[in-house]
T-cell receptor, first 112, second 112 residues
Framework: DGGITQSPKYLFRKEGQNVTLSCEQN?????MYWYRQDPGQGLRLIYY???????QKGDIAEGYSVSREKKESFPLTVTSAQKNPTAFYLC???????????FGPGTRLTVL | GESVGLHLPTLSVQEGDNSIINCAYS??????FIWYKQESGKGPQFIID?????DKRQGQRVTVLLNKTVKHLSLQIAATQPGDSAVYFC???????????FGSGTQLTVLP
């Protein structure tokens, strides 16, 4: 089965803790993206990566970090510096930067 | 920065009727547009895309129209079905950018 997987589906975190969200794709896509979605709103870009070992900040990168050590994996760490981390996080990939993006099922993060 | 917006946040249609979802964009440099469908608690699904050298593109039960003169994009769904109930997002990519900008979405509700 080809596609994008995100885990876990639901994640709970205590204030002050870092947490890492997983994103894996077996589509052989070069580009990968992380978005944040708040209730009733659109998607906001956190980070994106066009190639292994390279990534760029999106519109709301503060309080987040990423790595791209492998083509198929693009984990997102939500750090304690993120003031309002409760949200729905979506990972996407595309064959290149100029193509449609394919989305994973999302991870809902709740800070307790 | 420039943004993508939607005229109506909600739309209700009778089952079997046609639906039209509108989207206004402000960046005249955008050359690629996508419509996504997002069901509750899931990741967005690609519906159809269109490049700026086209005015119209048809898929299965869906048609996207692009009016570059007034910077307007629309998604037409023929014979709307209950399974079409979802939030629909348009996204644009400015020609120089390598990422998409998403609108805030329209909630489509299909009435029995």
């Amino acid at each position: 089965d080809g596609g994008i997987t995100q885990s876990p589906k639901y994640l709970f975190r205590k204030e002050g803790q870092n947490v890492t969200l997983s994103c894996e794709q077996n589509l052989n896509h070069d580009a990968m993206y992380w978005y944040r979605q708040d209730p009733g709103q659109g998607l906001r870009l956190i980070y994106y990566s066009q190639i292994v070992n390279d990534f760029q900040k999106g519109d709301i990168a503060e309080g987040y970090s990423v790595s791209r050590e492998k083509k198929e994996s693009f984990p997102l760490t939500v750090t304690s510096a993120q003031k309002n981390p409760t949200a729905f996080y979506l990972c996407a990939s595309s064959p290149g930067s100029y193509n449609e993006q394919f989305f994973g099922p999302g991870t809902r993060l709740t800070v307790l | 920065g420039e943004s993508v917006g939607l005229h109506l946040p909600t739309l209700s249609v009778q089952e079997g009727d046609n639906s039209i979802i509108n989207c206004a964009y402000s960046n005249s440099a955008s050359d690629y547009f996508i419509w996504y469908k997002q069901e509750s608690g899931k990741g967005p699904q690609f519906i159809i895309d269109i490049r700026s050298n086209m005015d119209k593109r048809q898929g299965q039960r869906v048609t996207v129209l692009l009016n570059k003169t007034v910077k307007h994009l629309s998604l037409q769904i023929a014979a709307t079905q209950p399974g079409d109930s979802a939030v629909y997002f348009c996204a644009e990519r400015p020609g120089s950018a390598r990422q998409l900008t998403f609108g805030s979405g329209t909630q489509l509700t299909v009435l029995p």
